[in-house]
């Protein structure tokens, strides 16, 4: 430890004052929550905050370190979500007993056959077929196997709805079901991003932002998997529950369970931000062309961090969504579930997960308390307006007050980029200050 | 015969008023892509903002007991379009121009268009509330039905509004692009803008003028749509998805192409969810196998898969598009 150079051994001290100022600030706020508005609370909150400080380490490896602009957190959450509710829920007995399970085995296995179908047509050019044709076959094949595989699922779900309500879930343990949400993230992110990596930032942001609105559409509208719109509840849980012990031990168990997978998390990412892996990246991110002429498989690489990234997202889904207790496709929103998690990034400070982790915790308190001072203002204007002017407010100005909400995160993003696009905890580049 | 009609009514009519709406809309975002370099979220909010823009003119127009033969919101178009015009080169002055001054990337100009996207439909939403209103404020909507012999086919007043409208904005996009001097430079500009800076084009100018029309074209998008549906608040955040797939298989930057792609975006999500079954009755005697109830491509709740499967397709074999876009 003593060959570190001077410089090199003051540079973290300065600025951990900085993150140790910000973090106390950020104490004393939680604290007034607590004062505010009770220990149950402030308890759930943090709970929530924390779940979705994952998801901003998540989404934040995937943006500050590689650059990849993915609009589409909320599909991967719901994904994630939907894995582990799937995993954890109890068996429903009259579907596994019901003709339903062995007619979507078949479905399934029809599945299987269609996608390796279409996969070895697309494989056409080994076998010395021009490219025109090839692509014009995949497109064919594809379209055929989409319409066998809906045709054979239709009998199935049909039945499953009408005898079982739906298909249930495997009962396993909750923690199993988080792994699960992180699997099942990172292979929707995986073929993602076997499509899509290669093209500009822009496309990128355009067809994730188009995945996350089919994973809602399919998750809404397939009764025979989610219920749909019935909603599953309750969702178990890993820790006692509420039942059990009362609201402030139970969600102080589940937030001492979600801190640590936070902390470990953090810890695992900022090795390997620190490790050659995360000094690649970010060359890569830095300057493609010069990282790639080094030799650095850039595509490859890429494809690592957004299903990293994606894994993340997934297990801080399926956290957040199991504390909730219910599953419903329909409460998954881009608001809360997208834009609110890029807030948290772009506020905390791009690259950084001290500044996920700060973005995450401040915005999230923010959101939250912004519903009752959202209200408490609107209900001032409205009564001072009545008493001066004599107006008479619409009779919705309570749901419309609830929309200001969407328009201060909209505002936060453009105020943000542009004052401090580097956030208040900014990543630290060695050797340049 | 009846069961053409069918198709006639659902399908083609369906799929011109679709295609004209993201057509008009795709070629604000591909001329906003070929000159500014971003992809404009906030495209789908400045047509509802467009068609709200219009909703209080004609109702402030309606409480003075004025009347006209056409729905108001029709009559007041230009001025509707002219104010949106005015509110995009606004919202580029506040939120894109410090931006692109600053030399921020294209990534953190979509960032931002993001953020305006979530400001548009706060906004909206607090002052019009998120209930659904009719946009006919005089009269009720114009029904006309075309005789056959069986079946009518049906068309209402604002679907022919529209259609005319798009062709007319069409045309004069075309004349506009290749007749006059600021048309020609923005082409210059959207071709190659380091060259188009060093020969003298003011750069300022063909971005303002890149706002208007895009403005222009989203508000008469917007309106129309609101007239032949209704005026939602998230009337536009669904169509987001199929006027980027438009402007994409189209090819950025191509304005043609884009008006290509917006039609057949439209088509294809029409005819996915046409129940084809409909067609195959007759031929019920004929064909070897029983026809079943409905025999959609996709169920209708899935349409919004339609458009971004065609994107992604369009992606993955020809990222430039169908009229050979610019590649970043």
Request: proline share 5%; glycine share 12%; hydrophobic share 55%.
């Amino acid at each position: 430890m003593t060959i570190l150079t001077p410089t090199e051994d003051r540079r973290p001290k300065r600025s951990y004052r900085r993150d140790i100022a910000l973090f106390a600030g950020l104490g004393v706020l939680v604290a007034l929550v607590y004062a505010l508005q009770g220990s149950a609370y402030a308890t759930r909150m943090l709970v929530e905050a924390a779940a979705y400080a994952i998801i901003a380490i998540g989404l934040n490896i995937q943006w500050g370190y590689a650059g990849l602009f993915n609009v589409g957190v909320m599909g991967f959450i719901m994904a994630g979500a939907f894995a582990s509710v799937l995993f954890t829920f109890p068996v429903n007995e009259a579907f596994w007993a019901s003709d339903g399970a062995p007619m979507l085995g078949i479905a399934i296995l029809w599945l299987i056959g269609a996608i390796a179908f279409v996969g070895l047509v697309a494989q056409g050019r080994r076998i010395g077929l021009p490219q025109g044709l090839v692509t014009a076959l995949t497109i064919i094949a594809g379209a055929v196997a989409f319409m066998v595989v809906s045709a054979k699922f239709d009998a199935p779900t049909t039945l499953i709805e009408r005898e079982a309500g739906f298909i249930g879930g495997f009962g396993l343990p909750v923690l199993v079901g988080w792994v699960a949400a992180g699997v099942v993230a990172g292979l929707i992110a995986w073929v993602v991003g076997k499509i899509c990596l290669g093209l500009r930032a822009d496309y990128l942001a355009i067809a994730t932002l188009g995945i996350a609105q089919i994973i809602k559409t399919f998750l809404r509208n397939a009764d025979w998997l989610t219920r749909g719109t019935l909603t599953v509840s309750p969702l178990p849980w890993p820790t006692p529950t509420v039942q059990e012990l009362g609201f402030l031990w139970a969600r102080g168990f589940y937030l001492a369970l979600t801190a640590v997978i936070l902390l470990v998390v953090y810890l695992l990412v900022q090795r390997a931000y620190h490790a050659p892996w995360g000094r690649m990246m970010r060359a890569i991110r830095d300057n493609e062309d010069a990282a790639s002429s080094m030799g650095k498989n850039v595509n490859g690489r890429r494809l690592e961090i957004f299903i990293l990234g994606c894994v993340l997202i997934g297990i801080g889904g399926a956290i957040l969504v199991h504390f909730g207790s219910i599953f419903d496709p329909s409460g998954f929103v881009d608001l809360n579930h997208t834009f609110l998690v890029w807030v948290m990034v772009i506020l905390g400070g791009a690259g950084n997960n001290r500044g996920a982790i700060f973005g995450a915790v401040l915005v999230y308190i923010i959101w939250v308390m912004s519903e009752p001072a959202a209200l408490a203002l609107f209900g001032l204007a409205r009564d001072w307006g009545n008493q001066l002017f004599g107006w008479v407010a619409p009779g919705d100005l309570d749901s419309r007050a609830l929309q200001m909400r969407v328009f201060v995160i909209g505002l936060t993003i453009t105020l943000v980029l542009r004052f401090a696009p580097h956030g208040v905890l900014p990543e630290r580049l060695r050797g340049r200050d | 015969m009846d069961e053409l009609v069918f198709l006639i009514n659902r399908g083609v009519i369906g799929g011109l008023i679709l295609g004209s709406v993201y057509a008009l809309g795709a070629v604000g975002v591909t001329l906003i892509f070929g000159i500014l370099r971003f992809a404009h979220f906030a495209h789908g909010d400045m047509m509802t903002a467009g068609a709200f823009f219009a909703f209080m003119l004609a109702a402030l127009l309606a409480s003075f007991g004025v009347d006209l033969p056409v729905p108001l919101a029709l009559a007041l178009l230009p001025v509707v379009m002219g104010l949106t015009a005015l509110f995009a080169i606004g919202l580029d002055k506040a939120f894109y121009k410090p931006l692109r001054d600053k030399g921020a990337r294209p990534v953190v100009l979509v960032m931002a268009s993001i953020g305006v996207t979530l400001m548009l439909q706060g906004l909206i939403r607090l002052f019009a509330g998120t209930g659904t209103r009719d946009m006919y404020l005089n009269a009720p909507k114009d029904i006309f039905r075309i005789p056959t012999g069986g079946r009518p086919i049906v068309v209402t007043e604002p679907q022919i509004w529209l259609i005319l409208l798009t062709i007319l904005a069409v045309v004069a996009l075309h004349f506009f692009l290749t007749r006059s001097r600021l048309g020609k430079a923005m082409r210059a500009v959207s071709d190659n803008p380091e060259l188009a800076r060093v020969t003298g084009i003011p750069l300022e100018t063909v971005v303002k003028a890149t706002w208007i029309i895009g403005g222009g074209l989203a508000a008469l998008a917007g309106t129309m749509l609101a007239l032949d549906v209704s005026l939602r608040a998230d009337l536009a955040y669904n169509m987001l998805l199929p006027i980027f797939a438009a402007a994409i298989l189209g090819g950025i930057g191509q304005p043609y192409g884009a008006i290509a792609g917006g039609f057949i975006i439209g088509f294809a999500e029409t005819f996915a969810i046409f129940n084809f079954s409909v067609i195959l009755r007759p031929l019920a005697d004929i064909l070897p196998f029983a026809v079943p109830a409905s025999l959609a491509v996709v169920p209708t709740e899935y349409r919004l898969v339609v458009p971004f499967v065609i994107l992604v397709v369009v992606l993955i074999y020809r990222p430039t598009g169908i009229f050979k876009g610019r590649v970043f």
